[in-house]
Every structure is written in structure tokens, then in C-alpha cells.
């Protein structure tokens, strides 16, 4: 089903060791709306979503592991020369204590990753407005930890995601057009 390319889909640069925005970050790697939750609410309802759609589900769940992989390589490079120290004024102590630099799925503020954040209905537009929400969040958040850096090379990869956020909202509020003008054609039996 994958070809994998051995490169990000969008470069990551980051200009400084800053385990404070890491730790900010850790919150899309993953957090209710981050990047693992996304990829994996959207390959789960592909197989309770009318076939016009599925394709959608299927690349942009793809798409999300891309970004997945791209949070992981930002948290690696603003931690990966911090000090123990630094980590533990970043607010990432007790993640160094268990963790050490690993990376590990869970929230910004420490609590780990759960099936629970992720929703499948089975009813179509129940779903694709999940998936709408889901995206709009993340584009949200995305936003915040651009606020919250001056790194300006980080910018740019947090600018890259938080456009596709936008781009994948879009996508999704087209498949709820396709789903109701699919449901309101007359059948004929």
C-alpha cells in the first residue's frame, strides 16, 4: 500500500536547542489531536465510509504518519543536545527521568496517548465532521506554537503543517457535500 520515500516530506530545520517548544510540540506527536490520532481515526472509518470517499480517508491518513514524522524529527532536534538540566526547566523532568530523550506518545502535559482520542461513528458525516474538528484543532494548535517560538526555521516546518491542516479541513468539507448530494438523489429499485 506504501512506498516510502527515506525523506520528510517537508524539511525540518531548527536553529537552536529549545526543549521548551519540544515540549509544546510533544502535544501534536501525541495528544488527542495530533498527528497519531489523526492517521489513525482516519485509517480506521475508511472501512465504514462510502466508496467515493475512501481514497480521501486513505491519503490523507498516509499524509498524517508524514507529519508524524515530521514532529518527531522537530522534538529530536530542539532536545536532542539539552542538558539534563534544561529538560527539567522545560518541564520535561519527569519525561527525561522515564524516557531519557526517547520519544514517547502523549499529551503536552505528560498524560500518554489512549485509544479514547480517536472517534469512528460509522455514520459518514457523523465521522467527517469528526475528522473537520480534528483538523481545525490541529491547525489551531499549530498556530499556538508558532506563537510561542522565535525560531524562525521551525516556523517555516510548523507553517508547512499548519497549511495542510487547512488543506485536509477543506478536503473533508467537500467529501460532506459528496456525501449529502449522494443522499439526496432519488434511488430507484
Avoid at 7 to 31: F, H, N, T, W
Avoid at 97 to 113: C, E, K, M, T
Avoid at 140 to 168: N, P, S
Wanted: with cysteine; charged share 30%; hydrophobic share 40%.
Amino acid at each position: 500500500m506504501w512506498i516510502y520515500e527515506k525523506k520528510l516530506q517537508y524539511p525540518v530545520r531548527v536553529s537552536k536547542c529549545d526543549p521548551r517548544v519540544a515540549r509544546y510540540l510533544v502535544e501534536q506527536y501525541g495528544g488527542a489531536d495530533g498527528e497519531l490520532s489523526a492517521a489513525l481515526r482516519y485509517l480506521n472509518q475508511r472501512y465504514s465510509i462510502p466508496d467515493k470517499v475512501v481514497g480521501l480517508l486513505t491519503d490523507i491518513g498516509t499524509e498524517e504518519f508524514a507529519h508524524l514524522e515530521m514532529i518527531a524529527t522537530m522534538i529530536y532536534k530542539l532536545t536532542k543536545d539539552a542538558t539534563p538540566r534544561q529538560m527539567e526547566e522545560a518541564g520535561l523532568g519527569d519525561h527525561y527521568v522515564i524516557h531519557d530523550n526517547a520519544l514517547f506518545y502523549q499529551n503536552a502535559s505528560g498524560v500518554p496517548w489512549t485509544a479514547a482520542y480517536i472517534q469512528a461513528k460509522g455514520d459518514p458525516l457523523a465521522d467527517l465532521y469528526e475528522d473537520i474538528a480534528a483538523e481545525e484543532k490541529a491547525r489551531a494548535t499549530y498556530q499556538w506554537i508558532i506563537d510561542m517560538t522565535d525560531d524562525v526555521d521551525l516556523q517555516d516546518g510548523l507553517k508547512f503543517l499548519r497549511e495542510r491542516e487547512i488543506v485536509h479541513a477543506m478536503r473533508f468539507k467537500e467529501a460532506v457535500e459528496m456525501i449529502k448530494a449522494d443522499r439526496e438523489t432519488k434511488k430507484v429499485f
